[in-house]
């Protein structure tokens, strides 16, 4: 039995980092990672979606380029190039990580599958198939999520593609129907659709990304056909059928009534579901909810003292940039002895559709529900300067604020540069500053951000 004074168990975007500042603090720890360091994010998420993301820009705007005097008479998309330029800034950037690990004094690298086997003890299986047990007071769970696959008739019997899956695609599909009309579905389906792909998309909700206001909703859906990608709401898959080697047939129901689409490939993108089966953290007494999330306290722990859960195993917000400021709090909490807590923390995002999707704090819908008062400024990119310059005046900025006390309370920017902007006004609310001093900033000209004078103009008494 090998004893550390930490164990963390998943190498993401919580774990990695807190592996290392806690053994550079002198506690002797060991990261186990049971596939390959990084997490979701580097190998299967943020790091190669994004790559593929510029690739279809890059198609997009030949496409666009005779608007702007400048056209391109012929050009193609080579899908093995785009995929082996993702697979080597996924390898630069998992081998970079593994190897600081590596280096870091009083860290212990592990890679095989880990398991409880009784109160703070974990049993490891290695990748040669040995088992060794170990223990540790401090134990971190960052095992994050995986693509949840519903039971459908004939899925099963299907070569269906989830988020991972997809990304060894060296071809472009001659028709991607898409189940899910949120992040993973909408940014897929958009990026195929520019690499040449038909692209269909199914949301069982009214609306696509139907946690938005229902115009962030409409304006997406209206940005999206306009890129000849068909979106049915209010539609579900019931049944899917393939002939050998030949298309997939796939049974629909649509508001009701009975469709059937031909497709060449299914990307299921319906969510994500907890890896914690495997863990057995019954032996430990930790608790999980009926999604199979670990539960934990406001500052991250769980039921039982000294075992943590961090990022998207524990639910809440699915964002790297959560998984890594959970890090930031335990290692805050426990070796700087500090109080913090993810009470009261804002939770920006960004999808990566273009144009971008930026939000932080409450939308509209929210502070209807909340029964609060407030104003609403919506500034559409078309009254933009630099989005009319640069021939891009999809989407538009929105904002809910607080009429008595002038703070910005949530923002939504569906736009070029949507995130960007939407990190403006998320700095604006962490520092109070409210939407009257925005109003009359001096932003450099012409930037997007400039238009947050217009966007607030409209609120003057």
Not at 141 to 151: M, R
Not at 156 to 165: A, E
């Amino acid at each position: 039995m090998k004893k550390y004074d930490a164990i963390i168990i998943g190498s993401g975007q919580a774990g990695a980092p807190l592996a290392k500042k806690l053994a550079l603090a002198g506690l002797k720890t060991v990261i186990i990672e049971k596939r390959f360091y990084g997490g979701t994010c580097v190998n299967d998420g943020c790091t190669p979606t994004k790559t593929w993301v510029a690739s279809a820009k890059a198609a997009y705007m030949v496409g666009k380029s005779i608007d702007l005097g400048v056209p391109v008479n012929r050009f193609s998309v080579n899908m093995a190039t785009i995929k082996k330029r993702k697979e080597d800034i996924v390898m630069q950037s998992r081998i970079g990580g593994q190897h600081a690990a590596e280096k870091t004094k009083g860290l212990d690298v592990v890679f095989g599958e880990a398991s409880f086997v009784g109160d703070k003890t974990v049993s490891v299986k290695l990748k040669n198939g040995k088992k060794s047990n170990i223990q540790a007071d401090l134990i971190f769970l960052n095992t994050g999520a995986k693509p949840f696959i519903p039971k459908i008739e004939g899925l099963d019997t299907i070569k269906y593609l989830d988020s991972t899956s997809i990304l060894e695609l060296d071809y472009v599909p001659e028709h991607l129907l898409v189940l899910g009309g949120n992040y993973i579905g909408l940014e897929f389906g958009q990026m195929f659709r520019r690499f040449g792909s038909k692209v269909t998309i199914v949301e069982r909700s009214a609306h696509i990304v139907s946690k938005e206001d229902e115009d962030v909703s409409v304006e997406m859906q209206n940005i999206l056909e306009a890129e000849q990608i068909k979106i049915l709401t209010n539609a579900h898959a019931t049944r899917f059928k393939q002939k050998a080697g030949g298309k997939i047939t796939v049974t629909l129901d649509v508001k009701g009534e009975e469709q059937k689409i031909k497709c060449s490939h299914v990307l299921v993108a319906v969510g994500r579901t907890p890896q914690t089966k495997d863990l057995a953290l019954e032996k430990a007494g930790v608790k999980t909810d009926d999604k199979g999330h670990i539960v934990v306290n406001d500052k991250l722990e769980t039921n039982v003292k000294g075992i943590y859960a961090l990022g998207d195993v524990k639910g809440g917000p699915a964002f790297t940039h959560i998984s890594y400021n959970d890090y930031t709090i335990v290692y805050r909490n426990l070796i700087q002895k500090q109080n913090l807590d993810i009470k009261d923390r804002q939770v920006p995002y960004c999808m990566f559709t273009d144009p971008q999707l930026g939000r932080v704090g409450i939308d509209e819908n929210e502070a209807k529900k909340l029964g609060i008062e407030y104003k609403v400024a919506k500034l559409p990119m078309a009254h933009v300067a630099r989005a009319i310059e640069t021939g891009d005046t999809r989407g538009f900025m929105k904002a809910i604020v607080d009429p008595k006390s002038k703070k910005i309370l949530g923002a939504t920017v569906l736009g070029p540069e949507g995130g960007e902007i939407m990190t403006v006004l998320q700095m604006a609310m962490e520092g109070g500053i409210t939407y009257e001093q925005i109003r009359y900033f001096t932003f450099a000209h012409p930037l997007y951000a400039e238009s947050l004078n217009n966007l607030f103009l409209g609120l003057e008494d």
